[in-house]
């Protein structure tokens, strides 16, 4: 069970090139989201998805666009990187429903992303 | 706007003492997370407080939940080296399943010998 995972691990960009970041899960989550991690600001979110379909922008949307074709995967696209998009960031999803044991959100392993 | 506090943001402690980390929040949510974070990885899931006085516990931390005074705490009990991390909160302002999270900027912990 591979859990979230997230592709690539690093990335550098240049000012106005575009990327996608990458995000699937194996566990049939509904629920997946982009966070992003700056120093001294917690997480942020970007973008979130409660099923295939259907998605909705978190805190922080600007400059990044997401689709859910598929339950398993999430990508987040940065349109025209901008230095001010270099961060950590983070994929994760869970199980809808209230049960405690579906409470908890599963985390990718992060992308770190530098724009020059 | 959901507004979440954690105090203090860098603590640094002697292995043996204790310690409390504070979370504060500022609209209605009985649901409040704790993660744990090391250098350079992903965040790890600590606790999950579901209610009005839950308490939770493992090792030497214990996370409690307070909702009518919209605070979480996080105790450490005689740290160790090994809890050396960034703890965050979160916590859930929508009931149901949207799963929208908001965290706290986090407490980065050092414990020293």
């Known amino acids: 069970n591979a859990g979230v995972t997230q592709t690539p691990k690093f990335q550098v960009l240049k000012t106005g090139q575009s990327m996608t970041l990458q995000c699937a899960q194996d566990m049939n989550h509904e629920y997946m989201s982009w966070y992003r991690q700056d120093p001294g600001m917690g997480l942020r979110l970007i973008h979130y998805?409660?099923?295939?379909?259907?998605?909705d922008q978190g805190e922080v949307p600007n400059g990044y666009n997401v689709s859910r074709s598929t339950t398993e995967d999430f990508p987040l696209r940065l349109l025209s990187a901008a230095p001010s998009q270099t961060s950590v960031y983070f994929c994760a999803s869970r199980p809808r429903g209230l049960r405690p044991t579906n409470e908890k959100l599963f985390f990718g392993s992060g992308t770190q992303l530098s724009v020059l | 706007e959901l507004k979440v506090e954690q105090n203090p943001l860098f603590l640094s402690m002697q292995e043996g003492k204790n310690y409390t980390i504070y979370c504060n929040y500022s609209t209605t949510s009985d649901r409040l997370y704790w993660y744990r974070q090391d250098p350079g990885k992903s965040l790890e899931s600590l606790f999950v407080?579901?209610?009005?006085?839950a308490v939770k516990q493992e090792g030497r931390l214990m996370a409690s939940l307070d909702t009518k005074a919209r605070l979480s705490t996080l105790h450490i009990t005689a740290a160790v080296h090994d809890l050396s991390a960034t703890y965050f909160c979160a916590v859930d302002p929508l009931r149901g399943s949207q799963g929208n999270l908001i965290f706290g900027k986090g407490t980065k912990l050092s414990v020293k010998p």
């Open positions: 407080l579901l209610s009005n006085g």
């Open positions: 998805s409660v099923g295939a379909g259907i998605t």
